[in-house]
C-alpha cells in the first residue's frame, strides 16, 4: 500500500541571477522542490503552502498539477506569491534575497494515518506560519512519521541563538533529518558535525544527515556514523541539490517500508545499515542528477532506473 506524503512548506518563484546574462525565473522553495522530487519518484504526494492568485501563484499551481502534486485546500490564499532572487557565483553556488509572507491554518492540513510528513526551511521558523507547522507536526506523530530539514535561511531566521530553540524543538519531533554543512556551521559554528548529529539523534530523530556540497555525505544512523562520497558529475548549478538528495532519502525509506505509521516508525529505528544505505545512496543519485540540470529539476523513477 503506498503511502500518503504530506508537504507543509513555502513555494514560491526562485528569481534565478546568473553572473553574466538573462534572469531566468523557476517554481521553487525548498518544500515544494521536495514535493515535486518525490512525486516524480512515483509517491502520492499533497503539499500545503501559501502562494497568491497572481500569475506567479497561478504558475505554481499549474506546475504542480502537471506534477501530480495535490495542492492542499486554501493554498492559494496569499496576497502574492513569494520570490526568491537567486544570485549565483562563478561556481553556480547560489545566495537568496527573499519576498515572503507565510501564514498557514493548521485545520486545513490533515495528514492520514499511516502517512508521512515532511516540512522545513522557512515554514518552520517564520511567524507567524512557523506555530502552525509545529502544531501539525505535533498533532501527525502520533499517526505518520516525519522528516525535517531546517534549510537554514539566515536573512529571515534571526539569529543562530534565536532559531537554534525552535529548530532543534522540530528534530525532536522527526523520525529522519537532513541538513547542510552550511546549516550546521550557522546554528554550531565550529562543532564538528559528527558531534552535531550525535545531538541531534538524542534529540529523538532516528536517521540523522549532514550534506556538504560536492564533499562526502555523513549520516548517523543505527547508532553508527558513515560516510559517503558524493557522485562525480558535471555541475551546471547546485539549486534544489540538498532537497532533492532530501526526497531521494524519503523515497528510499518509504520504499524499505520505514516511513508511514508508528510501526514504521519503530523498523526506522531497528532497521540495519544495508537498508538506510540504499536510501543513502537513492538521495545521493538524486542529488548528483538535479546538480547536472539547470535549476532545481529532480529525477524520475525511470532516470534513476529504479522499477516503477
Known sequence: MEVPVTVVGEALIDIVIPPTGDAVEHVGG?????????????????????????ARGERIAALMEAEGVELAAGSSNAQRTPTAAAHLDAAGVASYEFDLDWQLDPAQVIVPPGGHLHTGSIAATLAPGGAAVLDIVRAARSHATVSYDPNARPTLMGSPDEARPVIERLIGLADVVKASDEDVRWLYGTTPVTQVLAHWASLGPTVCAVTQGGEEVVVLAAGEVQRYPTLPTHVADTVGAGDSFMAGLISGLLDAGLL???????????????????????????????VSRAGANPPTRADLEIDA
Open 260 to 290: 508511514g505509521d508508528e510501526d514504521a516508525r519503530e523498523r526506522l529505528r531497528f532497521a540495519e545499515w544495508p537498508t538506510i544505505e540504499s536510501a543513502v545512496e537513492r538521495a545521493l543519485a538524486c542529488a548528483a542528477i538535479t
Open 30 to 54: 525548498s518544500p515544494a522542490n521536495v514535493a515535486i522530487g518525490l512525486a516524480r519518484l512515483g509517491h502520492p504526494t499533497r503539499l500545503a503552502t501559501h502562494i497568491g492568485p497572481d
